[in-house]
Each structure stands twice: as structure tokens, then as C-alpha cells.
Nanobody
């Protein structure tokens, strides 16, 4: 069992940057693929970024160029750096962990077993 806790969200103005963190606890001795998803009010949850256990990354096409996903294995923490934020980036951002040891970073939410509670990101215009 793995517990995930996101942090770093908040209210920012358009054009600002944020770095979200996802701290893992519990059975962190195993390797996991990690992902970030988001859900805006009235919309379905969508893929944002992911990193496989091997370190390969994937980004949503619409967000590519503004995001960087990284991980610090010593701290059991995954980060999502977001630049040039826009009002349409407003959403709850979720961190997820997948025990599947795929080389390719997973974009499908169904491939993730463990989820955090989410952190709210609000971007004002």
C-alpha cells in the first residue's frame, strides 16, 4: 500500500509558475510509475504528465513545453513544475502511482492503483 499526498497548489495569476509536490509513504521500497492528472469543474479527469519507473516521461500534448515532471527517489517525492499558467489550467491536480513496471510512462488513469487527494490550482486572469 502506498499513500500519496500532494502539496504546492494555490491561487496564482496568469503567467506565474508553480511546483506541485507528491510525497509517497508506505511501501515505497517498490518501484512505481508516477503520474499527474487534473480535473476541472464539470470536466473529466485528464492526463497531465507521467514518469515511468525507468525515468521516461510523457506529457499531455496540449501542455507540452510548459511542464516538467521530476522525481527525487531519496525523498520519495515527485514534482510537477508548471510554467506560464493560464486560467484554463485551473483544476484539482492529482498524483498517482502505478506498480506496473512499464518502460513507457503511462497516460491512462486506469493504469494507476494509488491516488492522492489532490491539490487545488487556481489561476486568475
Amino acid at each position: 500500500q502506498v499513500q500519496l499526498v500532494e502539496s504546492g497548489g494555490g491561487l496564482v495569476q496568469a503567467g506565474a509558475s508553480l511546483r506541485l509536490s507528491c510525497a509517497a509513504s508506505g511501501r515505497t521500497d517498490s518501484s512505481y510509475g508516477m503520474g499527474w492528472f487534473r480535473q476541472a469543474p464539470g470536466k473529466e479527469r485528464e492526463f497531465v504528465a507521467a514518469m515511468s519507473w525507468r525515468g521516461t516521461t510523457a506529457y499531455a500534448d496540449s501542455l507540452k513545453g510548459r511542464l516538467t515532471i521530476s522525481r527525487d527517489n531519496a525523498r520519495n517525492t515527485v514534482y510537477l513544475k508548471m510554467n506560464s499558467l493560464k486560467p484554463e489550467d485551473t483544476a484539482v491536480y492529482y498524483c498517482a502511482a502505478s506498480p506496473a513496471l512499464t518502460v513507457v510512462a503511462r497516460r491512462d488513469s486506469g493504469g494507476y492503483r494509488y491516488w492522492g487527494q489532490g491539490t487545488q490550482v487556481t489561476v486568475s486572469s
